[in-house]
């Protein structure tokens, strides 16, 4: 049965309660740092820039008081995808590659420009996955849900109303822990029955193949607790958002986010690691 603790390698969507400095900037500083972190690890086309967010992430996370290790559990659960991407990367032809072939079995052509996009992709997923869990750690679900609304709150003028995508936004960071923890109950529920789960028996497939049953229950029990939300929602008011005589209501909130001393540098700073990070792209690149 320890093998199938799903929510203990689950660390997107997990908060950690801190009063580190980190813990305790505004919203909106902690969405800079996120935003300037994805972007730079998305668009750096190297190795080392886009490598460069995952140590920020773990600089700024020894900061906060988390350990390496909670980030990189949650990498654990992605492999399978990761190595079916890689396996897809070798199987289809990329036009104008003509790099040498490292290994060639029947369809299969793994080349150099291949592997190189597969380091490349298991890079960047793993900066995404530390920079993304490092923000749900040290952010409340209702500092995430309050921080878009006070990052986007410029474009209220366009027509576009904040507090619902914000409220979107943290509906679904809050949903994976959850999914996470309804996957293991059921698993385990079936485990007591006779399933075949966490043994380590058999190959990929085999085990691949183990877990098929699960998405059924999980998907209908994942369905129920959203209808059960929107019913909730609807209940205190959330559907009731009609204009009256032309001005949207809003709602009114009790929680603000003074900034903190030095914060503004923090904020700075951020814009600093995403120049650092496309700079060393760019010398990376050129080496």
């Given at each position: 049965?320890r093998?199938?603790?799903?929510?203990?390698?689950?660390?997107?969507?997990?908060?950690?309660?801190?009063?580190?400095?980190?813990?305790?900037?505004?919203?909106?500083?902690?969405?800079?740092?996120?935003?300037?972190?994805?972007?730079?690890?998305?668009?750096?086309?190297?190795?080392?820039?886009?490598?460069?967010?995952?140590?920020?992430?773990?600089?700024?996370?020894?900061?906060?008081?988390?350990?390496?290790?909670?980030?990189?559990r949650?990498?654990?659960?992605?492999?399978?995808?990761?190595?079916?991407?890689?396996?897809?990367?070798?199987?289809?032809?990329?036009?104008?590659?003509?790099?040498?072939?490292?290994?060639?079995?029947?369809?299969?052509?793994?080349?150099?420009?291949?592997?190189?996009?597969?380091?490349l992709?298991?890079?960047?997923?793993?900066?995404?996955?530390?920079?993304?869990?490092?923000?749900?750690?040290?952010?409340?679900?209702?500092?995430?849900?309050?921080?878009?609304?006070?990052?986007?709150?410029?474009?209220?003028?366009?027509g576009?109303?904040?507090?619902?995508?914000?409220?979107?936004?943290?509906?679904?960071?809050?949903?994976?822990?959850?999914?996470?923890?309804?996957?293991?109950?059921?698993?385990?529920?079936?485990?007591?029955?006779?399933?075949d789960?966490?043994?380590?028996?058999?190959?990929?497939?085999?085990?691949?193949?183990?877990?098929?049953?699960?998405?059924?229950?999980?998907?209908?029990?994942?369905?129920?607790?959203?209808?059960?939300?929107?019913?909730?929602?609807?209940?205190?008011?959330?559907?009731?958002?009609?204009?009256?005589?032309?001005?949207?209501?809003?709602?009114?909130?009790?929680?603000?986010?003074?900034?903190?001393?030095?914060?503004?540098?923090?904020?700075?700073?951020?814009?600093?690691?995403?120049?650092?990070?496309?700079?060393?792209?760019?010398?990376?690149?050129?080496?």
């Amino acid at each position: 049965m320890r093998g199938i603790e799903f929510f203990r390698n689950v660390s997107i969507g997990r908060y950690i309660a801190g009063t580190s400095y980190v813990h305790r900037s505004t919203p909106s500083t902690k969405y800079l740092w996120l935003l300037a972190l994805m972007f730079s690890g998305i668009a750096s086309q190297s190795y080392e820039g886009a490598l460069l967010p995952f140590f920020f992430a773990i600089a700024i996370g020894a900061l906060s008081g988390i350990k390496p290790s909670f980030f990189l559990r949650g990498m654990k659960a992605l492999l399978p995808l990761l190595a079916l991407t890689a396996c897809l990367q070798c199987l289809f032809a990329w036009p104008g590659d003509k790099s040498a072939v490292l290994v060639s079995l029947g369809p299969f052509s793994a080349t150099a420009f291949k592997a190189r996009l597969v380091v490349l992709t298991l890079i960047r997923t793993l900066s995404l996955m530390t920079v993304v869990s490092l923000f749900t750690a040290v952010t409340s679900e209702a500092e995430s849900v309050h921080g878009i609304e006070d990052f986007l709150s410029p474009l209220g003028h366009l027509g576009l109303d904040p507090r619902r995508f914000a409220l979107a936004v943290g509906v679904a960071l809050r949903f994976v822990p959850i999914v996470a923890g309804e996957l293991e109950s059921i698993a385990k529920a079936q485990a007591s029955r006779g399933a075949d789960f966490g043994s380590g028996r058999g190959g990929p497939i085999a085990k691949a193949r183990a877990y098929l049953p699960l998405f059924v229950p999980v998907t209908v029990r994942a369905l129920e607790r959203a209808e059960l939300m929107a019913e909730a929602m609807e209940a205190r008011g959330y559907a009731d958002e009609a204009q009256a005589k032309g001005v949207a209501r809003r709602r009114s909130r009790l929680a603000s986010y003074p900034k903190q001393r030095g914060e503004t540098f923090a904020s700075l700073a951020a814009f600093a690691a995403c120049a650092a990070s496309f700079g060393l792209d760019y010398i990376a690149q050129r080496l």
